[in-house]
C-alpha cells in the first residue's frame, strides 16, 4: 500500500461566536491515497466545507483549528505559517469553489490570471504560460481555448466559468483539489460532463481529489471512497460502491432515501425527518438519536467506532444490517 498523501487526524475546527462554541468540525479523521477520489457527503451545515477551508488554510475567524493534524505530504499543515500555506495552495493544493466568481478575478483576462497562476510559483515566460493556459483550458472543454485567453471571466457562460476555475486549479499539477459542491449551479448535462473530465484527469495526473457534495448519486459516479457527515463528525466510511448499497449507518439510508431516483414513482420524496441539531449544543451521546428511527436508551453515549473488513467504518450502537 502506498503511503497516504493526507492523513488528517482528530481535526477539530470550532467557531467562537457570541453564542457560544459551534463545533462545525469535530474530531474527523481520515487518510487519502495519492489519486484517490473521496466524496464527502451530509446534509446542508453538516461541517463539509468548513473541513475543506481547514485542509487548505482558508478558515475565517470566529472560525479556528483547535486541535488535530493535518499531514500533507510528510507535514502538517496546521500551525504551518501563513507564507508556507500560500506556498503550498494553489501549487501542491488546490480549491475549486461552488462559485467560480471566487476563483476568477473580473478585472483581468483569463489569460492574465493563468499565466499570474502560473508564474507565482515558478519562472515561466509568457510565451509559454499562454500555451499551458490553452493547453489546459482545451482538456477542461473549453473550446478555441487559444483565442479564449483574451476574454474576461464576464464572457463566459456559468458553465464555462465554472471549467475555467477548474482549468485554474489544475493548472499547476497540484498532488490535491478540493472541490466544494464545483458543479451544484449547473445544469445537469453540463455537471456530468464536467464530472467524467474531472475523473478523467484525476486519474490521468495522478491527483486526489475531494469532492465535497450533498449528492449522492454524484459522489456514487465520481469516488473510489465516502465521507458521511453529520454534525461535524464522520458517521460513515468506506468503499463508495459498498456505502450507498448497504448503508450501516440510519442517517446514510436517510440521505441514501431522499434521493430523487429512490423514490417510488409517484411516491413523495422522503426527507429525513426533524432538523440537523445546534452545533452549539450538541448532545454527548450520538448527535443523530433524536432523528434516528432506531435510537433508544443506549444511544445517549457516544456509539464505538466500528470497523468492518471492507474498511467501512461507522459510529452506531444499531447499525442497520450487514449486506448478506
Ligand atoms: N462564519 C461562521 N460563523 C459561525 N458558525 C459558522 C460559520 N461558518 C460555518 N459555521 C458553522 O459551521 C457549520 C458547518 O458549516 P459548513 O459550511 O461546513 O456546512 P456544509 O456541510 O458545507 O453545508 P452546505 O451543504 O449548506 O454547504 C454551520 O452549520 C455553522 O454552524
Ligand atoms: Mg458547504
Known sequence: MTAPLLEVTDLRTHFLTRAGVAKAVDGVSFSLAPGEILGLVGESGSGKSVTGFSLIGLVDPPGRIVGGSICFAGRDLVGLPPEEMRALRGRRIAMVFQDPQATLNPVLTIGQQMALALQAHA???????AERAAA???????????????????????????????AMALLNGPELIVADEPTTALDVSIQAQILAEMKALARESGTALIWISHDLATVSSLADRVLVMYAGRIVE???VGEVLRAPRHPYTRGLLDS??????????????????PSLLALPPGCPFAPRCPRADAACAAPPPPRVESDGRLFLC????????
Open 123 to 129: 519562472w515561466v515566460s509568457d510565451r509559454a504560460a
Open 237 to 239: 466510511s468506506g468503499p
Open 136 to 166: 489546459m483550458l482545451t482538456r477542461v472543454g473549453i473550446p478555441e481555448a487559444a483565442s479564449r485567453l483574451s476574454n474576461y471571466p464576464h464572457e463566459f457562460s456559468g458553465g464555462m466559468r465554472q471549467r475555467v476555475a477548474i
Open 259 to 276: 434521493l430523487p431516483a429512490m423514490a417510488e414513482p409517484g411516491q413523495r420524496l422522503r426527507q429525513i425527518p426533524g432538523t440537523a
Open 317 to 324: 450502537h444499531h447499525p442497520l444490517e450487514a449486506a448478506a
